[in-house]
C-alpha cells in the first residue's frame, strides 16, 4: 500500500506532516510523564529547603519562599548522619567486593572444571534461587544469632558473602570464554590462581560490573534484613536510620525530608555518572 | 536426572585424565576454592529452607524451653481461625494481582514511546529510571508527605482544581492503594526499560519485509511486535507479581499495615508474629504458604516460557 504513494507527492508530504505532528506530540506527552517522574524528587528538595515555619503551611508552598540549608544542619547536628552513612558504605561496599570474589570463582570453577557432583550441586544452587528472602527470614535470623552476629554490622555482611544468583550469571558468561585459552595458560606453567585472576576475571569483566552494581544498590537500600538485626543506632545503615529518624521527628517533613535527600542525592548522581552500565547492568541482571 | 548424566561423564572422561600433569592441583584449587562458598551457601541458603519448614510443624519461641512438635496446627490455625492472617493473605493477593496490569499498562506505551524517540532518550531514560535506584524507605517517606492529609501536595492540588481531597493512607479503602500507586512510580522504570531492551531485540529485518509486503504499522504492530513481545511480557508479569507478592518496606514505612490491618501484607504479619509476638513457629507456617505461592508462579512461568516464540 505505502509502495504505491511514491509518485504521489501530495500525500506523502501529508504523511510527512503528519509524522512531524505525531513526533510533537509523542515529545509533548515525553515531557509530562517525565515531568510526573521528577516532580515527588523535586518536592523533597523543596520540602528540605523549607523554614520549619513555612512547612507546616497549609496549602503547601511548591517554592520554598526563603530557601535556606537550616534543616540539613540540623540533620547533621543532631543525629549521626555521617555515621549511618559511613556504615551503608562499607556494609555494601563489602559485601560487593566479597560477592565479586566468590560468584566470579565459583562461576569459573562451575564453567570450565569437572569434579564429581558439580551437576548436582548446581541444580541445587539453582533451586535455592526460586525460595525469595522474605520466607527465610527468622530461620536466616536465628542462624545469625548462633553465629553471634546480630547487632553487628556482620550480621549484614556475612549472609550477604555469596550469592546463587550471581555463580549462575558467573558460569552463564565464563561459560563462553575459550577453554584453549585456559589450557594454553597452564601449559605455559601458570598456576590455577593465577589463571583466575590474569585470565578469566578481565575476560568477565562484563558481568562482574552488572553483578556489581546490582550487589552494592540491593546493599545499599536494603531494609528488611537491617530492621531485623541492628537494634544500635550507631550500627544502623541509612534506610534502616531513615525510619528511626522520621519516627523521632514526627512531622518536621522539612528535617525528613532533608535526611532523605541526603540519602538518596549521592545515588542519583552516582546513577546519572553510570548511567548507561547501571541500567544494563539492572536489566541484565533481572532477564538472567 | 542432569545429576546422573554429569556424574557418568565426569567419572568416564578423567580416567584418561586423571594422569595427565596438574590433576591434583586442578582438584586442590576446586577444593580450597569451593569449600567455604558452598559451605557459606548451605548455611545462608539451604540450611534456612529445612529450618523454615521444621519451625513450622512445631510450637517455637525463641524464650521457651521446649518446641513441642505439633504437626500442621499452626497451618489449621491460619486458614481456619486466624482472621488476621487471611486478612493479610487477601491484602497480600489483590495488591500483588494489581500490580500486575498496573505496571503493564503504564510502562509498555512508555516503552513503545521510547523506541520510537531518536533524540533525547537518554533524558527521558535517565528520569524513569531516578526512582529505582532511590531507596524504598526514601521513597516512601517521601510519599507520606505527598499524601498527608492536611499539609500533602496532593491534596493541594486537588483543592486547586475542584476535586475532594481525601485523607489517602489514613483511609482504610485507600491506604493500600495509595501505596500501591508509590511502589508502581518508582519501579515503573524497571519495567519500562527491560520492555525497551525486548523491543530492541527485535530485528528491524522482520519490519522492513513486512512493509514490502505491504502491512501498515498497525499490522506490524499487531503482526510482529505482540507476539514477539511475548516473552518479556511473561517475563515482567511473572516478575513484578514475585516482588509485590513480597512487599514489605513501602507499606511498613508509610502505614504499617494500617489504618485497622487494612493495608497488613503477609511479610509485614510474619514479621510481627515472628519478631513483635516472638511466634517463630506460627511466623515460620506462614512463611511456607508465602514461598508456596511464589513457588507456584514461578513454575507456571517455567511451563509458559516452554513453548513461545524464539528469534
Known amino acids: ?288 | 536426572m542432569a545429576a546422573l548424566i554429569g556424574e557418568s561423564v565426569t567419572r568416564e572422561k578423567p580416567r584418561a585424565r586423571s594422569r595427565a600433569p596438574g590433576h591434583a592441583s586442578r582438584m586442590r584449587f576446586v577444593a580450597i576454592s569451593l569449600i567455604p562458598i558452598l559451605g557459606l551457601l548451605v548455611l545462608f541458603s539451604l540450611l534456612p529452607i529445612g529450618i523454615v519448614a521444621w519451625l513450622s510443624l512445631h510450637r517455637y519461641n525463641q524464650l521457651a524451653p521446649t518446641s513441642p512438635w505439633i504437626g500442621l496446627r499452626n497451618y489449621e490455625f491460619a486458614f481456619q481461625t486466624d482472621p488476621f492472617f487471611r486478612n493479610a493473605l487477601e491484602n497480600t493477593l489483590k495488591y500483588a494481582v494489581v500490580a500486575v496490569p498496573a505496571n503493564i499498562v503504564l510502562s509498555l506505551p512508555i516503552a513503545l514511546g521510547l523506541n520510537q524517540v531518536k533524540r533525547f532518550r537518554a533524558v527521558f531514560r535517565t528520569a524513569f529510571f531516578m526512582p529505582v535506584v532511590a531507596s524504598a524507605v526514601a521513597v516512601s517517606l517521601l510519599w507520606t508527605t505527598i499524601y498527608d492529609p492536611q499539609a500533602g501536595w496532593l491534596n493541594a492540588f486537588l483543592n486547586q482544581v475542584g476535586l475532594t481531597p481525601q485523607p489517602w493512607l489514613k483511609d482504610p479503602d485507600l491506604a493500600i492503594w495509595s501505596v500501591l500507586a508509590a511502589a508502581v512510580w518508582q519501579d515503573l522504570g524497571y519495567n519500562i526499560l527491560v520492555f525497551l531492551a525486548g523491543l530492541q531485540g527485535i530485528p528491524d529485518d522482520f519490519y522492513d519485509a513486512a512493509k514490502v509486503d505491504g502491512a501498515g504499522p498497525w499490522q506490524r504492530f499487531l503482526g510482529i511486535t505482540v507476539p514477539l513481545l511475548q516473552r518479556t511480557t511473561l517475563f515482567v508479569v511473572v516478575l513484578t507479581m514475585i516482588s509485590y507478592l513480597q512487599e514489605f518496606t513501602h507499606i511498613q514505612v508509610m502505614t504499617n499495615g494500617g489504618p485497622i490491618r487494612s493495608s497488613e501484607t503477609l511479610v509485614l504479619y510474619i514479621y510481627a508474629k515472628g519478631f513483635e509476638d516472638l511466634q517463630m513457629g506460627y511466623a515460620s507456617a506462614m512463611s511456607i504458604v508465602l514461598m508456596g505461592i511464589i513457588l507456584l508462579v514461578t513454575l507456571v512461568q517455567m511451563r509458559l516460557l516452554r513453548s513461545r516464540w524464539e528469534y
Open chain 1, 1 to 288: 500500500m505505502a509502495l504505491v504513494q511514491e509518485t504521489d507527492v501530495g500525500s506523502l508530504v501529508r504523511q510527512r506532516r503528519f509524522r512531524k505532528f505525531g513526533t510533537g506530540v509523542l515529545y509533548t506527552l515525553f515531557t509530562l510523564v517525565a515531568v510526573v517522574f521528577t516532580l515527588p524528587f523535586f518536592l523533597m528538595l523543596s520540602s528540605a529547603f523549607k523554614s520549619s515555619a513555612e512547612i507546616i503551611r497549609i496549602p503547601p508552598t511548591l517554592f520554598p519562599e526563603d530557601p535556606s540549608f537550616d534543616s540539613f544542619r540540623t540533620v547533621l547536628n543532631d543525629a549521626p548522619f555521617f555515621r549511618w552513612f559511613g556504615n551503608s558504605l562499607l556494609v555494601s561496599s563489602t559485601i560487593t567486593l566479597i560477592v565479586l570474589f566468590t560468584c566470579s570463582l565459583a562461576g569459573y570453577i562451575f564453567a570450565k572444571f569437572e569434579f564429581p557432583g558439580r551437576d548436582a550441586i548446581f541444580v541445587v544452587l539453582l533451586m535455592t534461587m526460586m525460595v525469595p528472602f522474605p520466607v527465610l527470614l527468622i530461620p536466616t535470623f536465628l542462624i545469625a544469632n548462633e553465629l553471634g552476629l546480630i547487632n553487628s554490622l556482620w550480621a549484614l555482611i556475612v549472609p550477604a558473602m555469596v550469592s546463587a544468583f550471581g555463580i549462575f550469571l558467573m558460569r552463564q558468561f565464563i561459560a563462553g570464554i575459550p577453554t584453549d585459552l585456559i589450557e594454553a595458560a597452564r601449559l605455559d606453567g601458570a598456576s590455577e590462581w593465577s589463571i583466575y585472576a590474569r585470565i578469566v576475571v578481565p575476560l568477565a569483566r562484563p558481568p562482574m560490573a552488572a553483578l556489581g552494581i546490582f550487589t552494592f544498590l540491593a546493599a545499599w537500600n536494603d531494609y528488611l534484613w537491617p530492621l531485623i538485626v541492628i537494634n544500635d543506632l550507631e550500627k544502623s545503615t541509612l534506610p534502616l536510620a531513615l525510619t528511626f529518624f522520621n519516627s523521632q521527628h514526627a512531622q518536621r517533613y522539612d528535617l525528613v525530608m532533608a535526611a532523605a535527600a541526603m540519602a538518596v542525592i549521592p545515588v542519583i548522581i552516582v546513577f546519572v555518572i553510570f548511567q548507561r552500565q547501571i541500567v544494563n547492568a539492572l536489566v541484565l541482571a533481572g532477564l538472567k
